[in-house]
Nanobody, 124 residues
């Protein structure tokens, strides 16, 4: 199983980025997908998640209204559209796959597979 996250970079505050995560080696449409982030010196935290069908999404309060998760099961890819970025959004962003289909879990143990992370830096 491989999850490949990409799309990170340097952006000014107020700007936008779109992260992508391409999955292979698993039945993508059977997994809920999550995005997490980890800033230097901090724990990894839940950013948002999307159900296997794309019919349900859940976001952390800190990104609600600014970030949007979507998925394309035909392309085995999940996306994270990030708008109105703030310096406090600076972190390494990880995508992850969870076999728990009945709800979008916010905890890291619920996710079996993880991508390598992509760095997002927001300058003030």
């Amino acid at each position: 199983v491989q999850l490949q996250a990409f799309g990170g970079g340097l952006v000014q505050a107020g700007g936008s980025l779109r992260l992508s995560c391409a999955a292979s080696g698993l039945t993508f449409s059977s997994y809920n997908m999550g995005w997490f982030r980890q800033a230097p010196g901090k724990d990894r935290e839940f950013v948002g998640g999307i159900s296997w069908s794309g019919g349900s999404t859940l976001y952390a309060d800190s990104v609600k209204g600014r970030f949007t998760i979507s998925r394309d099961n035909a392309k085995n890819t999940v996306y994270l559209q990030m708008n109105s970025l703030k310096p406090q959004d600076t972190a390494v962003y990880y995508c992850a796959a969870s076999p728990k289909r009945w709800f979008v879990d916010v905890t890291t143990p619920a996710y079996d597979y993880w991508g390598q992370g992509t760095l997002v830096t927001v300058s003030s």
